[in-house]
């Protein structure tokens, strides 16, 4: 274990995610941007969406941000896996969906809009949908497709700075998922308060997914690998190595 001082003194906002709360000392601390990194298939928008609808469940509004697909798309898809009504969330007030792809965001990408103008574009509507929905907690669904086109390092990490300020400013509790086939992770990660990392491998004949925490700051984390479980009900975490 890495122990954190005076990590219990944090109020903290329960992920709803099985056996993940047990690696983290309790849960994401509130008000904090945390990262959830995977390449496809490994379970990544699961999580979230879990994260936000368990959310719900306890009496907190949730909020989604699509840069990457669409809302429709998601909704349908947390549906029909899972059971999880996002419409009926979103008309009983509890939920509010921001598509960045609909058609006038997706216009922008196709007349050649600089991508370091259209980061900053984003983050004034981050911060502009905070301050109209006021979410306890926030799920954007993967923004390496907005970060690859930007060529200077050094402005990634500008971008994400004044991007995951702006979010903790608001004290809502923040998952951020992140691909890695295009290496913008790490910038996204560093930045951040937490990082899990999801992974899927073949062991055997048998394809397997797992998860481990990275960091945490003021937190004592696991260092074990543990299996996640993706079911009709979810996800969860195993107590199980993978390669045990």
């Not at 990590?7 to 709360?21: I, T």
């Not at 959830?36 to 490994?42: A, D, Q, R």
């Not at 989604?64 to 896996?81: D, G, H, Q």
Request: aromatic share 10%; hydrophobic share 40%; glycine share 8%.
């Amino acid at each position: 274990m890495v122990l954190a001082l005076h990590s219990s003194k944090f109020p903290r906002s329960k992920s709803g995610v099985p056996g993940y709360d047990e690696l983290v000392d309790g849960g994401f601390h509130k008000g904090t941007v945390n990262t959830v990194t995977g390449s496809s298939g490994t379970g990544k928008t699961v999580f979230a969406c879990q994260f936000i609808n368990y959310g719900i469940k306890i009496g907190e509004k949730g909020m989604i941000i699509t840069p990457s697909e669409s809302a429709e798309y998601l909704k349908r898809e947390m549906m029909s896996s899972f059971g999880w009504d996002f419409d009926k969330l979103e008309d009983e007030g509890k939920l509010a969906i921001v598509d960045v792809t609909d058609p006038v965001l997706r216009l922008q990408k196709s007349i050649d809009v600089d991508p370091v103008d259209f980061l900053i574009n984003f983050r004034k509507l981050v911060e502009r949908k905070l301050a109209e929905v006021k979410p306890d907690r926030l799920f954007i669904d993967d923004l390496t497709a907005f970060f690859m086109a930007v060529e200077a390092p050094f402005k990634v990490r500008s971008l994400t700075d004044d991007l995951f300020g702006i979010i903790r400013s608001s004290g809502v509790t923040s998952l951020v998922t992140i691909g890695t086939a295009f290496g913008t992770n790490q910038f996204l990660e560093y930045g951040a308060d937490s990082a899990t990392m999801l992974s899927r491998e073949r062991i055997g004949n048998t394809l397997i997914r797992s998860i481990y925490i990275m960091k945490m700051r003021g937190s004592k984390i696991a260092n074990s690998i543990r299996v996640l479980d993706i079911t009709d009900d979810g996800i969860s975490v195993s107590s199980l190595s993978p390669y045990s």
